[in-house]
């Protein structure tokens, strides 16, 4: 600021003028940067893959799409990757409202740890479950060969356990959000008219929730038919369009097909997208304004706390066990094979160095993406400018897009100059950035709207510009909005494989991709060791990260409640 | 002030963590498809011998290819370190390689050493048979000494090869076959072949890894892992068919877009892997070096060879691919 | 009312704590048929927790909740015949208020005839006819209260719970939904059991008031019990302005049922009903503000039962006047002035003379 006011002293009413207008438009203007990087960033490389699909050699055509709809194969692993999808969504919704109901209204005792394993597969990869099926199922593994059980894991069946034993969190975090923002007196009025738990949660809980299921649903079916690490490593030969994507580029470089997987894979995602927000439209139960109120534990009725305990036990069992056996498999020496203990994989360093990567790309991109997310609520909620809803829309729509297809559509967009990005850090980060903005934005949003503009005008009456209050209002305000995009993008960024597995290049190894490598090449050792590493690793930044919210006073609550 | 302090760290951390790794003086980006192991030994060795750092990442053989044709001309490497023969005659087509005489190759032959410069071999190396030695014995079944033994029903469902799509090895697998039993004989084999194989693998090297776990019985499989998993005590047999098996080569060679210190570093790698040392790396590991070498794998014994033209093969792969795609892409059951 | 009957509710010796924190200790309490029955006490004195105890939706550690002669305390609230309505209402914003009043019904199995009948019954009850298909969202404040109350009337219950349920209301739309919750429970006649922070509603709603404090019942009695005989100053400043003043038994007139006593400010000659106080026992007298009688001080005191004071603030407030008058060096007292247009015009600042009426309470004051 000083070095510009010297700069500018000869033309003091000119640099004034300057300031007049960026402070009076600056909303508009924030506004238009954030759009064009929207648009570079995540419509052009979805626009690029359309292209791409009806792109022949001689212009414009239909034969890739022709090609799809003419060979059975395709329409089969398309019908597997919905039918999948529709398998998983349901089971994962289903389990994770047990799991969100029990913490949330059940007994006390059970309420954090029920919590913590629902929890625990995000901080692996989702296709972590793929390597404990192998070690328990596969033809040597533990059960296998313990028990005799002759089942193949390998197909179908084993891809869909696996898959969603890896998103019920998702459906789980979204749940439990919504149940703790619905006010138990609903539930209590029902059962003081002389409903039971099971009436309750067929009639109020249920229906007050159905935004919040739908949601959860729509990113649960998203996120299972575009995360290929499962199938790629359990599907033997039963295909699916997502790991066919991955073959059709990686491995055959035929970009023309693979654009057309992609429009296919997009396809159900956008129409469930749009049907999300159409039957969204003004129904939102908001029953609780403001803070969310802690449930009392409730007497469970016999007839849902046995299933629901069941349930959630069932599988929070098998989570634990997934995770027990992949940091068991880590000190194996080859597991099935020669059952030594060994530290060998564990002090294999060579995966440390895209572990430490990992680390950089997801902290760049929950940096950038946390800010970025931050601005656009702001810009969504406060901006009175015409196409706020199209920003709107663009920026949750990542909720929508499946990672397989950003990242195809990252390759193609910025493989060459002017805009190439490819064989950097930057791509992967930026890649993330945009793919999961949605989360920041939209509690940046939620977090604008409880509080009233009065304070910003106060601010204002005080004299203070534009710049002033929204360094010292509106930023500390969404401090807590910016955290929350933070810390789910570095953690989503560190596990995910989607996207990036097709822009990695030389030195920018990710651990996400080798461990998938390792996992699929067999080297079931190395694979355990390196997650288990990885695992570390993010529980540590995470506590790193809230030691350091902790000191530098930027505490949540507090930031929050004082303003 | 403590909040100044932590902020401080945060600020500080944040740039440590952004910047990243203070960039080598004398380092090159190279694509490398032999098994990850093997990429490090040769990333070793040329760093003990040059000082230059490889970075590199795994990748098939067939994912490279894909990569490149896909990057040309923005490639995102300075070189190919360990590619097949169907992408490293492509780059010589196009003009993708750019020619260097390294003098450190002096006399050594054509099969190791392109005449005019644009590519180097570092070493060749087949497909061999690997059975589960634990789990053939249970079974009571021996190792089969003939290719036409896997048509046998009753390995249904326990042999694992690579996909061609995806692995040089299974295109050069492939590729023998068809140069074998001629082209009709030869699909036909394969056809009946795909009968028993439980599923294709993205990589040439696993199905060694996935067999000596004894997840599956049998896999065909690149040699290159075979002698490292048998010292590693992985129960694996292994053995060479009467009808013989296939070969390819392991190339080498610096993109035509490389210029100025990335070119004479590259350069510089090249002189190093026409160096002894490195052909005893090799052969050490199982490849057929280009100066001679004690191969580890083979011993003294010659494998039988089928007799390959490789120029054809690379030719041929692409229409080999939409034949495959087409036989075995037809429906799942 | 309550007669030879037996109470419809009783608590006996309820204890609670949530943790290490205790929040009922040993509450003991009877409500008759048809009475209403009001807790009052600051926040966290434990009164919502009571309520939602006879509710069913919290457990008590100990102690037994009987209705109507059995006890209930181990029932889930589907199976109690109590009815609460909650302070935020909690009526279900998506089902319509017609369907809202039908839920318990529906859920009871009842024909769909019956229940038609019965939610219009209810609407009538109040005053909401033709608005059964509306959405709740788009009923006012008042409006959703009525809803939040006929639901819970829908089934004519033991005891009804009321938490707080006007308190979200402005503080005009509070007074009626007040006379309209007090009219439709006596017309009814239906057991209440009402729980409010706000000391003034309590008073106008009740039977009977509990006054709790620290999870410990202060006092049980009818408003007039509690207002004009709190039995200590918790319960004596709890509900409205008290003007405390020390003072000494000289002596006790039993002819009269009367008794001097000596303040710091001067002899006061008061009547006594307590008989637990012989000479010389250091008393704390309660003084409402109301009883207290103003006028121009002219020089010397000569009237029994006058202390004389200083004028320090005159508020006026409409039907009342607030007069703050200082006596001795600090002592602040508060005089009102009913109607204080016919009241002879008083000054800042200068001496007045402040009347203690006869009829004044007596604590005992604590060591």
């Known amino acids: ?563 | 002030m403590k909040a100044k302090l932590s902020l401080a760290v945060l600020v500080i951390f944040s740039i440590m963590v952004v910047g990243g790794s203070v960039y080598a003086a004398d380092e090159i980006t190279a694509y490398m498809g032999t098994s990850p192991d093997n990429n490090i030994a040769i990333v070793d060795y040329i760093k003990k011998k040059t000082g230059i750092h490889i970075k590199q990442t795994f990748q098939s053989f067939g994912e490279i290819e894909a990569k490149v044709k896909a990057e040309a001309p923005n490639f995102n490497a300075d070189m190919c370190l360990g590619v097949g023969s169907p992408l490293t005659f492509m780059a010589k087509k196009n003009k993708w390689a750019g020619p260097y005489k390294s003098s450190d190759w002096l006399g050594i032959g054509k099969v190791f050493v392109d005449p005019e410069g644009y590519w180097y071999n570092i070493g060749n190396f087949s497909f061999v048979l690997v059975g589960n030695k634990d789990a053939l014995a249970k079974k009571g079944y021996t190792l089969p000494t003939s290719w036409q033994e896997l048509l046998d029903p009753k390995w249904k469902g326990e042999i694992v090869m690579a996909s061609p799509l995806s692995s040089g090895t299974a295109n050069m697998i492939r590729f023998a076959f068809l140069a074998l039993y001629g082209d009709d004989g030869g699909w036909d084999f394969l056809q009946k072949l795909d009968k028993n194989i439980h599923h294709y693998t993205r990589s040439g090297n696993a199905p060694t890894d996935l067999v000596g776990r004894g997840e599956f019985m049998l896999g065909i499989t690149s040699d290159e892992n075979v002698k490292n998993r048998l010292d590693q005590g992985y129960p694996l047999v292994w053995g060479v068919p009467q009808e013989g098996i296939g070969y390819d080569g392991t190339f080498a060679f610096i993109f035509s877009t490389t210029k100025g210190k990335q070119l004479s570093l590259c350069q510089k790698v090249m002189d190093a892997l026409g160096d002894q040392e490195l052909s005893d790396i090799m052969a050490g590991i199982g490849y057929m070096s280009p100066r001679p070498a004690a191969n580890k794998l083979y011993g003294a014994m010659t494998p039988k060879y089928i007799d390959l033209d490789l120029g054809k093969a690379a030719e041929e792969r692409p229409k080999n691919n939409d034949i495959w795609k087409s036989k075995f892409r037809v429906t799942y059951k | 009312m309550g007669t030879n009957e037996q109470p419809t509710l009783i608590l006996k010796d309820i204890h609670k704590s949530f943790g290490k924190n205790k929040v009922l200790n040993g509450i003991s309490i009877e409500v008759n048929k048809g009475e209403l029955v009001t807790f009052v006490g600051p926040s966290g004195c434990g009164k919502t927790t009571l309520l939602r105890i006879i509710g069913g939706f919290t457990e008590h550690d100990s102690g037994e909740v009987i209705l109507d002669g059995r006890s209930i305390g181990h029932l889930p609230p589907n199976l109690r015949d109590t009815r609460i309505c909650f302070q935020n209402y909690a009526l279900f914003p998506h089902l319509t208020v017609g369907e809202n009043l039908a839920y318990g019904l529906k859920v009871k199995k009842w024909d769909k005839k019956k229940i038609r009948e019965r939610v219009d019954e209810l609407l009538t009850l109040v005053q909401l006819e033709g608005f059964k298909d509306r959405m709740i969202d788009k009923m006012s404040g008042g409006q959703q209260q009525r809803v939040a109350f006929a639901r819970a009337l829908a089934f004519s219950p033991k005891v009804l719970l009321l938490d707080e349920p006007i308190s979200n209301l402005d503080a005009n739309l509070r007074v009626l939904m007040r006379d309209e919750i007090r009219r439709l429970q006596t017309e009814l006649s239906i057991t209440t059991v009402f729980v409010t922070h706000d000391q003034y509603e309590a008073m106008a709603i009740s039977d009977k008031i509990v006054v709790l404090s620290d999870g410990y019942i202060q006092q049980v009695g009818s408003p007039i019990e509690i207002y004009d005989h709190p039995v200590n100053e918790f319960i004596a400043s709890f509900v409205g302005y008290v003007n405390f003043l020390p003072a000494k038994i000289d002596s006790i007139i039993k002819e009269t049922d009367a008794a001097v006593v000596s303040t710091e400010y001067g002899k006061l000659e008061i009547d006594i009903e307590q008989t637990e106080f012989a000479p010389g026992t250091e008393v704390l007298l309660v003084i409402r503000p109301e009883t207290l009688k103003i006028a121009p001080s002219n020089g010397t005191v000569t009237t029994q039962n006058v202390v004389q004071g200083t004028l320090r603030r005159y508020i006026y407030s409409g039907a009342l006047a607030k007069c703050h008058v200082v006596l001795g060096n600090d002592k602040e007292v508060i005089v009102d002035i009913q109607d204080p247009r016919d009241h002879v015009p008083l000054r800042e600042n200068e001496k007045v003379d402040v009347t203690v009426s006869r009829n004044v309470h007596v604590l005992k004051k604590r060591a």
Not at chain 1, 118 to 140: E, H, K, Q, T
Not at chain 1, 147 to 171: H, K, M, R, S
Request: charged share 10%; aromatic share 12%.
């Open chain 1, 1 to 563: 600021m000083a070095a510009t006011a010297t700069l500018y002293h000869a033309q003091l009413t000119g640099w004034e003028r300057i300031k007049e207008f960026f402070n009076a438009k600056f909303i508009n203007i924030l506004a238009l940067s954030l759009f064009l990087l929207l648009a570079v960033f995540l419509l052009f490389p979805i626009f690029a893959v359309l292209v791409k699909s009806f792109q022949g050699p001689e212009g414009f055509t239909l034969a890739h799409y022709e090609n799809f709809f003419t060979h059975a194969y395709f329409f089969q692993s398309l019908y597997n990757t919905l039918l999948l999808g529709l398998i998983n969504t349901i089971i994962c919704v289903g389990v994770g409202f047990c799991f969100a109901y029990m913490t949330t209204r059940g007994p006390m005792a059970l309420r954090k740890p029920l919590k913590i394993v629902a929890m625990i597969p995000l901080i692996a990869p989702p296709y972590l479950f793929a390597l404990s099926l192998i070690i328990l199922f596969g033809r040597v593994g533990l059960i296998t060969k313990t028990f005799g059980v002759n089942w193949e894991i390998y197909g179908f069946d084993g891809v869909v356990i696996a898959q969603t034993l890896a998103f019920i969190p998702l459906a789980f975090l979204m749940l439990e959000n919504n149940i703790k923002s619905l006010n138990p007196n609903l539930e209590e009025s029902a059962y003081d008219m002389g409903a039971t738990e099971g009436t309750i949660i067929r009639t109020i809980t249920l229906p007050l929730l159905a935004p919040g299921l739908l949601k959860a649903a729509l990113l649960v079916f998203v996120m299972t038919i575009a995360e290929f690490g499962n199938a790629a490593v359990l599907g033997g030969r039963v295909p699916f369009l997502a790991p066919d994507t991955y073959t059709m580029i990686v491995g055959e470089a035929d970009f023309s097909m693979g654009s057309v997987l992609s429009v296919m894979l997009i396809m159900p995602c956008i129409m469930i997208f749009i049907a999300h927000n159409y039957l969204l439209k003004g129904k939102k139960f908001t029953t609780i304004e403001g803070k969310p109120i802690a449930s009392e534990p409730r007497k469970m009725s016999p007839f849902v706390k046995v299933p629901f305990i069941t349930v959630t036990f069932l599988f929070g069992f098998t989570i634990f066990i997934c995770f027990a056996v992949v940091i068991l498999a880590a000190f194996v020496n080859i597991l099935g094979v020669r059952n030594e203990f060994v530290m060998r994989h564990i002090m294999d360093f060579r995966s440390n160095m895209a572990i430490w990567n990992s680390i950089r790309v997801s902290f760049i991109a929950a940096l950038v993406g946390g800010i970025i997310g931050t601005l656009l609520s702001y810009v969504i909620v406060r901006g009175k400018f015409v196409g706020r809803n199209l920003i709107e829309m663009i920026s949750l729509s990542g909720f929508a897009l499946p990672g397989t297809v950003i990242g195809v559509g990252y390759l193609i967009a910025f493989a060459s100059p002017p805009m190439k990005l490819t064989g950097g850090i930057m791509i992967l980060a930026l890649n993330c950035v945009f793919r999961f903005l949605a989360v920041g934005v939209e509690a940046g949003i939620t977090k604008l709207h409880q509080i009233n503009i009065e304070i910003e005008e106060a601010s204002w009456d005080m004299g203070a510009t534009f710049f002033t209050t929204f360094r010292r209002i509106v930023l500390p305000i969404m401090f807590p909005a910016f955290i929350a995009g933070f810390i789910y993008t570095f953690m989503t960024a560190m596990v995910s494989l989607s996207a990036i597995v097709f822009l990695v290049s030389p030195g920018y190894e990710l651990a996400a991709v080798t461990i998938f490598d390792a996992a699929a090449y067999g080297k079931i050792g190395l694979a355990s060791a390196t997650t288990l590493k990885m695992i570390m690793v993010v529980i540590l930044c995470m506590i790193v990260l809230n030691l350091l919210t902790k000191f530098t006073n930027l505490d949540i609550e507090r930031k929050g409640g004082a303003a």
